[in-house]
């Protein structure tokens, strides 16, 4: 028996495109918009004493599927969810603490990026069983950090995926036990300043601590292209899709308590920028887990103080993050997690 809760999310990275494996992971989401996407074409020819489009000239003549899902930021079990974004990871022992692990991620260099099976089971009203759908060939295509004031952290990925298939069997979910979720009064971000990068088994350190911050964004797009819907193929897409020129974007709001803002945004002066949330949980000797966004090198986009009528002024600021091609890597995501594999 099942209540309108009982809605569920699973997926597992595919080994051929396209073909399903038995989902095995699953996320604790918080909204979904999954969906089939197919484009229908309708015959035009005309016939005598016929005013309405004819069912027999109604075909299918193109598929997709694919969408958003949204879950909040944990210390265990979003390993898979980071490497399907960016396409890189590793997964270290931290010297010294027995059963830490640090994950590594960041934008592959190499297509094609994996590939996924997903799949959500949605109950029927009155109690019944969860239907199963299974989206095959799924391929993340961006995703977006949020970092908002009292919140929890959130990551919205968004999906592009081969088919979907209603006739898989459901596979009843399980869980990581007690995972930490990272929030809002765990969080300090650095902007400027000289700041290190992350390795495989540090985090990101150094930079200017700034305050008055009150908000992150970050989305980063890996700009996977549209086609491969090829004859043959059944009016679906016949191979993974690629990577494009990725772009990576965000958004600071913070209080006017000084001018190193503005001055950097008319400057167009280059930042690092590093946003960390640690949890207070001991795992191994003497570690914590640890959620860390490093940014090698941004330029800010807007926007000068305005008055605020009386109230705290605000800035509202966006950025572009670029290649400075001295990091290794535009953007790292790193993670300290007990889990000992991706």
Sequence with gaps: MTTQLDCSLGFKKETTYGTAVTVDRFAEFTEESLAWNPTFA??????????VARSKRR?????????DFTVE???KGLGPILEALFGT?????????AGVFQQLFTPTTTDPLPSYTIQKGIPTIGGGAATAMTFLGAVCSSG??????????K???TWDAREVQPGIAYAAPSYVVAPELFHFAQGAITIGGTQTVPTTTALASGGTVAAQVEEFTVSFDNKIDEGGF????????SRKPVVGLAEVKGKVTAEYSDTVLRDAYLNQTPLALTLTFTSSLVIGTSANPVLQIHIPD???EGELPKAGGGSPVKQEIDFTVLDGLTAASPIYVALVTTDTTI
């Design 42 to 51: 309708q015959g035009a020819g005309m016939r005598v004493g016929s005013r």
């Design 59 to 67: 075909v299918l003549a193109k598929q997709s599927a694919g969408g």
């Design 73 to 75: 930021m944990v210390h």
């Design 89 to 97: 990871a590793t997964s270290t022992a931290v010297p010294g603490q």
């Design 144 to 153: 977006e950090f949020s970092a908002t004031n009292s919140e929890i952290v």
């Design 155 to 157: 990551l919205k990925t």
């Design 230 to 237: 090829n004859l043959g193929g059944g009016g679906k897409r």
């Design 298 to 300: 941004l330029r800010l």
